[in-house]
């Protein structure tokens, strides 16, 4: 069961990252700039897609004492 869970949410967090980078590579071709909405948006999906499989590495690999 544990190990379904740690592979459910390392999927979940790739997907959050492609989706945060779509968003910002679609913004950019549509003429967006740095600051516009899709892109500060995309950028944070992808940052806490990052994060979220950091720790999901982390939580699946406890570190040894």
Do not use: D, Q
């Amino acid at each position: 069961m544990e190990r379904a869970f740690t592979t459910t949410s390392r999927l979940l967090a790739i997907l959050l990252m492609v989706v945060g980078l779509a968003m910002v590579v679609t913004t950019l071709a549509r003429g967006g700039g740095p600051f516009a909405i899709g892109v500060v948006f995309g950028a944070i999906f992808a940052v806490l897609g990052a994060l979220r499989l950091r720790l999901a590495g982390a939580v699946a690999r406890p570190r040894e004492r």
